[in-house]
């Protein structure tokens, strides 16, 4: 008998360990993905939505102030945009220079159409009429 309850007993401290370590075991053999943040923006205010350009060369944070900032992927910022404190969502629109602005309480979707401007450096160039005219016009004529 009392061989019987040793047994009995081996059984069920070899059950209770496999229901213990099974799960370790298990739960490690689904770490298959690899995370790391590479950076992080410190904000004034907390962010409300966030949406990413196609080409990932901008970041859209819309924040509590009704602001869209922009930022370029190394955090830096780049512009901002007065959309009103109704907005509570941003998207990126069908096209790149597109975003879906969406107002819950409004039940409105505004289009957004954003051109970014190009800053072309022109110092050194040749040029004709005064150097300070406020409109430049430049020509790449060794464009192929």
């Known amino acids: 008998m009392l ?4 047994k009995v007993i081996e059984k069920l401290v ?6 213990l370590i099974v799960p370790i075991f298990v739960a490690n053999s689904f770490a ?30 819309l924040s509590e102030t009704g602001e869209i900032l922009i930022y370029a992927p190394d955090g830096k910022l780049q512009d901002k945009i007065g959309v009103g404190s109704h907005i509570d969502q941003i998207e990126i629109g069908p096209q790149e220079d597109m975003l879906l602005l969406k107002s819950r309480s409004n ?8 051109d970014f401007i ?15 005219a406020p409109v430049v016009i430049a020509v790449f004529s060794d464009f192929q």
């Open 32 to 61: 298959g993905v690899e995370w790391d943040i590479q950076k992080t923006i410190k904000m004034d205010q907390p962010p409300v939505d966030v949406a990413v350009s196609a080409d990932g060369k901008r970041i859209f944070v």
């Open 14 to 19: 070899f059950c209770l360990l496999a229901i």
């Open 118 to 132: 190009q800053k072309i450096n022109t110092s050194n160039s040749p040029f004709k009429g005064p150097a300070d």
């Open 107 to 114: 039940q409105t979707l505004e289009i957004l159409v954003i």
């Open 3 to 6: 061989i019987k309850n040793i």
